[in-house]
């Protein structure tokens, strides 16, 4: 082992710079939280390829004094803290002062502010870690900032970099998370002189939740608001029926910062245990507030991760309000079906199985039941047996053991169909209830994979493509499989703004579930990072 020695400052900034900045995502992110804290009411982003060989971002904030500009790429050099106690009353989004020095650190990067009394402002760049010397700007008021060709100078990182639509994806949650953080910011974000979003200023945080995620998700969302002593809580929850196969779409924002915290998405999940299915998740919006020293936010360089001083408190404060708020929308009435007439309990036969060609025959295992409804005992049962099964009942209530009873005779399973909809059949085990729509979906699936394990599909063309609502990092993920869900019969063209247009669909579906199975690959991929095989297909 060689002798210690001091690291070069160019190597220090490199490695300074692999804390703070990942992909343009990352970049994005500390420029959007400088203009935030500047006080800007409006903030333009333009990238090109991803974000690789162009960021640029004009705000119109409180700007950066010409005797000054020197200052904004040197290490820890910030406007924001005096003393080490401010550490812990931070009401700002930046803090460390590292953001652009680590990024001129491995890139080349140029900025530019005019503050708005003064008739002249100053430019200064800064590529990899040299800076020039501060020349006179001849610019409107604000600031603007361009990085350009991002880890040129390190090309190990580069590499590791992901495909122009991913990175896009990325950057979009970047600028989605800020954007929901500050309904009142005008925003604007373009990729390759394309608009991507157009976000206007808003008093209405619901608003913004339908331009980002559309009518599908914000109008099933419940508003939610709590308060515990001077902690308060809101946002929008989703219907359980609005649910994902991911947790991507949990937002959680303290004090304007998005965060991951694993203790408060424990109480989300907690909140709606019961109302999802294993393995999916809600779609929920949180929006802390709480005095600056009950949280540190001096963990990590991302500041996406952070300590609460009475995490406990904030855990109960969530998982509370959220299963209040649920259950003020009563959403376990809306799973008791209504009460029934008695003409409408009747059995019927089995209904025939679809006419459908190519659809393959189901035998059920049991006998068509009589046609009567059962407003009687069955033969053979006395109304005394009735009243020994009662006191049975009873016994196992009070705790006494039954002796188990003996086995019905297999002389044929009865079955009574609800609604044409549900079967209600009589086993030796007990009741089993059938959704019979499910039953011919299962039937259509098992068909599908068998096809798919057998070869390419035979794909129908829609006449006119239906359009599919995503995010745009579900878009842009969902782009970069383009060929892949081709060998699965799905064809997708992008639309913009985070809409995918169905042009295909296996033909074998009919017209039954194209948009359930895309949107179930979609959930596969991001929860995954990667496509689903066919087995899991």
């Known amino acids: 082992m060689g002798r210690n020695q001091q690291l070069p400052p160019s190597v220090v900034t490199k490695i300074a710079a692999g804390e703070v900045i990942e992909r343009p995502a990352s970049v994005i992110k500390e420029l959007l939280e400088n203009s935030v804290d500047a006080g800007s009411s409006r903030i333009d982003v333009d ?3 991803g974000g690789v060989e162009l960021i640029r971002v004009v705000d119109d904030g409180c700007d950066i004094a010409p005797e000054d500009l020197p200052l904004a790429f040197a290490s820890h050099a910030t406007s924001k803290l005096a003393n080490a106690e401010d550490l812990f009353r931070i009401v700002t989004l930046g803090f460390r002062g ?6 001129g650190g491995v890139a080349q990067v140029t900025l530019q502010s005019r503050p708005h009394d003064h008739p002249l402002g100053a430019e200064l760049t800064c590529h990899g870690g040299q800076f020039s010397e501060a020349r006179a700007w001849n610019g409107s008021p604000g600031t603007r900032l361009e990085v350009k060709h991002l880890f040129f100078n390190t090309p190990v990182r580069r590499k590791f970099l992901r495909s122009t639509p991913t990175e896009v994806g990325h950057v979009c949650e970047a600028f989605t998370r800020l954007a929901l953080a500050h309904p009142k910011l005008h925003l604007t974000l373009r990729h390759n002189a394309k608009d991507v979003y157009e976000v206007p200023a808003t008093a209405g945080l619901r608003e913004r939740l339908r331009l980002f995620f559309g009518a599908e998700v914000s109008d099933k969302l419940y508003a939610l608001e709590a308060r515990q002593g001077p902690v308060v809580l809101r946002g929008y929850i989703s219907d359980p029926a609005c649910e994902r196969g991911t947790a991507k779409m949990q937002y959680v924002f303290v004090n304007g910062r998005c965060i991951r915290d694993r ?3 424990h109480a989300l999940q907690e909140a709606y245990r019961g109302l999802l299915m294993t393995g999916r998740y809600a779609v929920a919006f949180l929006f802390l507030e709480l005095p600056p020293e009950q949280i540190d936010v001096n963990v990590h360089p991302t500041k996406v991760e952070v300590r609460f001083r009475d995490s406990q408190a904030l855990h109960h404060l969530v998982f509370s309000a959220i299963r209040e708020r649920l259950r003020a929308e009563n959403l376990t009435a809306r799973l008791q ?5 008695h003409a409408q309990w009747t059995a019927s036969p089995m209904p025939q199985a679809s006419t459908r060609p190519g659809l393959p025959e189901v035998t059920l295992p049991f006998a068509p039941a009589s046609k009567e409804p059962p407003s009687q005992l069955p033969e053979g049962e006395s109304p005394e047996a009735n009243g020994e099964a009662l006191e049975e009942a009873n016994a196992v209530t009070n705790g006494t053991p039954v002796p188990p009873a003996a086995p019905s005779p297999p002389d044929g399973l009865k079955a009574i169909q609800l609604y044409d909809s549900y079967l209600v059949l009589e086993t030796l085990e007990g009741m089993l209830v059938i ?15 068998e096809r798919i394990a057998s070869g390419p599909l035979e794909t129908q ?9 995503l995010t745009p990092e579900q878009a842009a993920r969902t782009l970069e499989q383009r060929q892949a869900l081709g060998e699965l019969g799905l064809g997708v063209e992008d639309f913009g703004g985070g809409t995918l247009l169905l042009t295909c669909y296996p033909a074998i579906l009919g017209k039954r579930a194209p948009r359930a199975i895309l949107k179930a690959v979609v959930d ?3 929860n995954k990072e990667r496509m689903p095989n066919r087995e899991v297909l």
Request: glycine letters at 0%; proline letters at 9%.
């Open 47 to 49: 990238i090109e390829q």
């Open 98 to 103: 590292e953001a652009l020095a680590s990024i």
């Open 263 to 265: 203790s408060l998405s």
């Open 337 to 341: 079906a209504p009460a029934l007439p």
């Open 435 to 449: 959704d019979q729509h499910a039953l011919h979906e299962r039937i259509l699936f098992e068909r599908l994979k």
């Open 461 to 469: 063309r829609l006449l006119i493509p239906e359009p599919i609502d």
């Open 524 to 526: 596969h991929l991001m």
